[in-house]
């Protein structure tokens, strides 16, 4: 009982982990543009969003923290008590984003962070019970 559970966990890491990887490749290739489309429409000098553009530059990493500071902007905005006061730090949204442009940010980026902690629960359970 104990090793089918086991097996399944590693699984899963495996699977989860592959999926993170594709899905890291296709936010610092593909979807970046569109990210950084959206990216511009939020950044105003002094916000993070502006910082992290300035900053972090074009390069692997760089593109990685850049979509992952656009995905916090519209995850932590919608947050009730502090959704308010963080918003202005992170960015500025002076015109409304098409919806479309918000899911290329949403969906790569969100999938990729999910599947990566699925990675990385799934493998720490499967070292535990083992």
Request: with cysteine.
């Amino acid at each position: 009982m104990n090793e089918s559970i086991v097996m399944f966990l590693v699984i899963l890491s495996l699977v989860s982990m592959t999926l993170a990887v594709i899905g890291f490749v296709f936010c610092v290739t593909f979807a970046f543009r569109r990210i950084e489309l959206v990216e511009g429409m939020l950044a105003s000098p002094g916000n993070q969003i502006y910082l992290y553009k300035s900053n972090w530059g074009r390069g692997i990493v760089g593109r990685w923290v850049r979509s992952t500071a656009v995905y916090h902007f519209f995850l932590f905005r919608n947050i009730p008590l502090i959704g308010k006061r963080v918003e202005p730090r992170i960015g500025r949204e002076s015109e409304p984003v098409p919806r479309v442009l918000r899911l290329w940010v949403v969906l790569p980026v969100g999938l990729t962070s999910f599947f990566g902690w699925l990675f990385l629960l799934s493998g720490g359970i499967a070292m535990l019970l083992d």
